[in-house]
């Protein structure tokens, strides 16, 4: 990494100013830092890139200014690269109590610095800069104001390299609502970024209810909407049960959502759809990929969109392609973890992974009414499934329907424990993550 050396912070107390002109007089005033004063966290260090310039960096909040008499106040955010603010850079208004900034904005003031993501470049990457507010009484700006306290933000410009593109990455934006985590009862649903800026997409499972999309679990930033138009604030946006995929265009405020799921179907699974739904995939954005952790039976198997036969794909020659209408895939009796590559369009059908799914009272009588539900790995160790109905009662995880390797979490501390006690379940639908890596997981319902 490179150091920076030409960037120095001199960070001055601000001080109380009186001053009377003889014909237009100008108040300048300080606010008590106790008054005014910024109330969010900033982080030890904000890595920034080209890939990511459209998410949020830091959403700054802060108390009120008080000018002794009841009047409207904006607020004005600040940026400065020498640190004085000599060189002050007005970077958005507001009359609320809070302003975001995007990864690009503080990529575009690093810039100005100094700073730039050429590995090869004699120009630091990492640096600083500061951030104040301004705040006065009505729109004009002319006449007493007050300063904040001020915040150092650290940044770091992501060097370049030759590995390619940065695929996806998780998004700034989430879905909430009762068609997904009743409102928060657990974090919003995730969005990946895209190829294009301000546009972001997710692959997810609803249930009946209503939805919105927001910033950081937060209400502070909404968008409702209907008819595929987003409007800040807007109304919730109903949704019926179902495998979604939703995109948002927050440049545009449009949205759009489909019913969207690829699926393994066949002999080796529901009998070709008559016993069953196909066993959906879930997406995996570290690999932009589609995965499917699943016991199959000796017989054959394809991959569908949408449990339906207009779009499916096989493996004419066996040589690890998806064809269009192709020949059916043969399988043996095991636990498969299949992964689907829409982009370069091959298929992995690997029968040496092991798969963890959920047993119990809460959900099969401890595998005496069926195969356990098998959770997909979608990065390594880490395991998920979603939506599986459980019951009244306690569950465990195992690993290919066999005692050999479970865990339960003994303590009841949220960690999994090998060979741990069971865990109560509660009736009703739940999502399912699992990380074999730290040992956490959780069983999210609503």
Known sequence: MKKISILGLFIFALININSCETEDEFLFT??????????NSVQSNYVLSNATSSNLGERFTWGNADFGSPTNITYELQSSITGDFTDATVLDTSIANEIAMTIGQMM?????????????SPAPNTGAFSVRLRAYPGDTGNGTEAFSDVLILNV??????????????????????SGYNNWGA????????????????SYVTLVDGEIKFRLNNDWGTNWGGSGGNLVQDGDNIAVTAGDYKITVDLANLTYTLEPYSWGVVGSAWNDWGSAGPDGKFYYDYTTDTFKKGIRLMDGEMKVRFNNDWGLNYGDTGADGTLDQDG?????????YLITIDLNAGTVTVDNTASILGIVGSGFNDWGGAGDDFALTEIQEGVFYGDLVTLLDGEIKFRANNDWGLNYGDTGADGTIDQDGDNIPSAAGPARVWLNTNTGEYSVLQF
């Open 30 to 39: 300080t606010q008590d830092p106790a008054g005014f004063v910024f109330t």
């Open 108 to 120: 575009s003031i690093a810039s100005e610095a100094g700073l730039d993501d050429d590995p090869d």
């Open 156 to 177: 770091e410009l992501l060097e370049s390299t030759d590995s390619g593109p940065v695929g996806p990455m998780i998004a700034e934006v989430g879905i909430v609502g």
């Open 186 to 201: 657990y974090a919003d649903g995730f969005f990946y970024t895209t190829g294009m800026s301000d546009v972001y997409v």
């Open 327 to 335: 020949d059916n895939i043969a399988v043996t009796a095991g636990h």
